[in-house]
């Protein structure tokens, strides 16, 4: 079957979307092939025409989100942390929470390296090879300000939304014009 075809894609967004509902009632590492493909209606083989294993359509789910995140990005021309790009972002991310929640949760290390990437690009900051080191401090203020970014958005996915959008925007750009964020924000 090629990828293409409308009965393919139907199967993956369904076993993307029973993803999302389990995420919901528990967490990752609980989470069996079994549990999906029950919830997805589908048989054991046709899960694995799709993907080798769940963390690899954890991995689809991922890639889902960053290239929401990318499309903002694009809007407002860089991850510029302005109080507009702020509440974009959070707009956005409300707007997918159920995606958000599914993937900000578990938030794995290959996660966190696909966040970096995509705002470090925006900033045209390259991450180091693996052994090396950034040549000055601005990339490492910038992937501690993602942390920050992404730690107050996951906790908020953590809590179920609880928070106004409002506060969390303030809370956003409160942290954006702390003082060491200051040289590369005004780029």
Known sequence: MKVTDRRYKK???EILNSLVSLLAEKDFSSIQIGDLTQMADINRSTFYLHYRSLDDVLGALEDEFVTGLSGLS????????????CNSLVDWVFDHRKLAKSVLGPFTV???????????ISFKVNL?????????????????????????????????FHYEKTKIVFLLTDLSQNPIYNDFIKR
Do not use: M, Q, Y
């Open 110 to 120: 290959r996660f966190k390296e696909k966040l970096d990437n995509v705002v470090l």
């Open 128 to 160: 180091p090879a693996a052994g090396k080191h950034f040549s000055d401090d601005t990339g490492i203020r910038l992937i501690s300000l993602i942390d920050a970014f992404f730690s107050i958005l996951r906790l908020w996915s953590i809590d179920n």
């Open 74 to 85: 694009s809007l407002h021309g860089s991850f510029c942390f302005s109080g507009e790009f």
């Open 11 to 13: 199967t993956e967004t």
